[in-house]
C-alpha cells in the first residue's frame, strides 16, 4: 500500500503533524478481556450507579415520564430498520406512514391542521418558527416573553442575529409569573409575531386567546412554545386558542431523559402557511389504480429546491425519536394521555400545598399551573438542593442558574411517576434542611 502511494514508511503518512505531537509509546490501555471477563466488569461498573435509587423533582425542559414497555420492543423490530431519509416511497412506506402518523397527531395535540415530519428539538423549532414568520409577514420585529425558557430564548438569539429580526423581550408579571398585559402592549403594526411559552418556564399557564386577539389585531402572528407536551392531554389545545404556529419538546412521549438527546421537535401551523413551514412533510397519494402510499410532499430545504426559495437549513427530521413519540402516543391514546395529565396536575397540586405551607418558604408566582412551579425558600437554593441532594433527592432547579437575584428561588416538577411518599420525603427534608441552616 505504501509503495502504491509513493511512500516508505507508515511514519511518512503522518509528515504532516509535528513530531512533538506524535504519540511514541503504546496506548495506555487494559490487556483484552474475555466475553464472560467483559460482562462481569460492566456489571461491576453498572452497580456503582446510584441514579436508579434517587428521587427526582427535576423538570425545566426535560421530563421524567413513565414509557410502556411496547414503545421499546417496536423500535427494535426490524421493519422499522430502514435507510434514514424516506427519498425513494417504493421501498420507505413503513417510514413514510409513520411520519404521516406522527404528522397527524400533532395535528390533533396541537389544534393546527398541518405539521412536519418533525424538529431537531424544541429549542431549533421555535427559532424556525421566528424566521417563518417573518417570511408570513413581512416583518422584522418580534416580541418574546421573558418567561419562555432562557436557553429556547438563547438558541432563538443565535438563529435571528444575522436574519434582520429584532428580537425583543418583555418582561413578564412579577406577580403572577405570567406574560401579562406588557406583552400584549409591546405589539405594533411592525411586530411579526409574539411568542409566548404556555406552560411558560416557570411552570405558569398563559391566557393564549387573549394573546392571539392582541397579536392580530395587529396583523402579527401568534407563536406558541411548550417545553412540557404532556400538558396538551388536558389544557385547551394552542390552536383553538388562537395560535398560528406551535412548536413542542416532543421528549415527554417516551424518549427517555438520556444525558440531554436525541429530543423531537414538534412544529404546527395553520394550513394556509404550508408552504412556509421548515423541514420536510409527508402526504398521501395514489397510484395509478387507486391504492393509497405516501411520499414526501414538501421539502423545503436547499437538496430539494433553488437555494432562494429554501424556507430552512434544517436537514432532516427526528425520525427514531418521532417514530418512539407516535408509538407511545397511540399506545396510551386520548383517554390514556389525559390520565397522565391529570395525575401530573393532582400531584403536583398536592407538593405546591404542602411546600407553601412550610415555615419560610412561598410559592412567588399566583397563575395557575400544570405540573411545575417556583418555590421561594428562606435560604438560598442552590446550598438548600445540593444538601437535599445528599439525601438523594434532586429536588430542583435553582432559579440563580439564568438570574443572579433570583438566589432562594427554585423550580420544581411533579410528574405522574413521583408517589406520595417522594413527595412527602421532598417536603420533609426542605424543611428539615432549613431549619437546621
Known amino acids: 500500500m505504501l509503495d502504491s502511494i509513493g511512500l516508505k514508511s507508515a511514519d511518512d503518512l503522518f509528515d504532516s503533524i509535528p513530531e512533538t505531537l506524535r504519540l511514541r509509546r503504546p ?7 474475555s466475553e464472560t471477563e467483559l460482562l462481569n466488569r460492566f456489571e461491576q461498573m453498572g452497580a456503582r450507579n446510584n441514579g436508579a435509587q434517587r428521587t427526582s423533582f427535576l423538570g425545566g425542559g ?44 400533532v395535528c390533533q395535540l396541537t389544534g393546527l391542521e398541518v405539521a412536519n415530519a418533525s424538529m ?7 427559532a424556525e418558527a421566528v424566521l417563518m414568520a417573518e417570511r408570513v409577514t413581512k416583518r422584522s420585529k418580534v416580541v418574546a416573553s421573558r418567561s419562555i425558557h432562557p436557553q429556547y430564548l438563547e438558541v432563538v438569539e443565535t438563529y435571528v442575529q444575522h436574519a434582520g429580526i429584532h428580537l425583543e423581550g418583555v418582561a413578564y408579571d412579577k406577580e403572577t409569573g405570567q406574560a401579562g398585559s406588557a406583552l400584549a402592549a409591546a405589539i405594533d403594526d411592525q411586530t411579526a409575531a409574539v411568542v409566548v411559552q404556555s406552560p411558560n418556564f416557570f411552570g405558569c399557564i398563559e391566557d393564549l386567546t387573549a394573546l392571539a386577539e392582541a397579536a392580530h389585531a395587529k396583523g402579527a402572528l401568534l407563536v406558541v ?12 389545545s394552542p390552536g383553538e386558542c388562537g395560535a398560528d404556529i406551535v412548536v413542542a419538546e416532543g421528549q415527554s412521549f417516551g424518549v427517555p431523559l ?12 395553520r394550513e394556509k402557511y404550508a408552504r412556509q413551514i421548515p423541514g420536510r412533510l409527508v402526504g ?21 429546491i433553488r437555494r432562494e426559495k429554501a424556507t430552512s437549513n434544517i436537514c432532516t427530521n427526528e425520525g427514531l425519536i418521532a417514530l418512539a413519540a407516535t408509538v407511545y402516543l397511540e399506545t396510551l391514546g386520548r383517554k390514556g394521555i ?14 405546591a400545598k404542602q411546600i407553601s405551607a412550610l415555615p419560610g418558604f412561598s410559592l412567588p408566582f399566583s ?6 412551579f417556583v418555590v421561594r425558600a428562606p435560604i438560598n437554593a442552590s446550598e438548600l438542593l445540593a444538601r437535599l441532594g445528599d439525601k438523594g433527592i434532586d429536588g430542583g432547579i435553582a432559579l440563580s442558574r439564568f438570574w443572579s437575584d433570583n438566589a432562594n428561588d427554585f423550580l420544581v416538577c411533579v410528574t405522574e411517576l413521583n408517589t406520595r411518599e417522594q413527595i412527602d420525603a421532598l417536603v420533609a427534608g426542605l424543611n428539615s434542611l432549613s431549619n437546621s441552616h
Open 258 to 269: 438520556s444525558f440531554g438527546g436525541p429530543y423531537v421537535g414538534l412544529f404546527a401551523t
Open 367 to 372: 397563575g395557575a399551573r400544570f405540573n411545575e
Open 62 to 105: 426535560a421530563y421524567s415520564h413513565y414509557i410502556p414497555t411496547v414503545v421499546d420492543h417496536i423500535l427494535s423490530r426490524s421493519e422499522f430498520f430502514t435507510a434514514y431519509t424516506p427519498y425513494q416511497p417504493e421501498i420507505s412506506q413503513g417510514t413514510l406512514q409513520t411520519i404521516f402518523e406522527f404528522q397527524t397527531l
Open 27 to 33: 496506548l495506555n490501555t487494559p490487556a483484552p478481556l
Open 225 to 236: 412554545a411548550i417545553t412540557e407536551a404532556i400538558s396538551l392531554g388536558l389544557l385547551k
Open 338 to 351: 389525559q390520565e397522565v395529565a391529570q395525575q401530573c396536575l393532582q400531584k403536583t397540586a398536592y407538593a
Open 284 to 304: 398521501e397519494a395514489y397510484d395509478k389504480i387507486g391504492r393509497r402510499g405516501f411520499v414526501l410532499t414538501l421539502a423545503t430545504r436547499e437538496q430539494h
Open 120 to 126: 431537531y428539538d424544541g429549542s431549533t423549532a421555535l
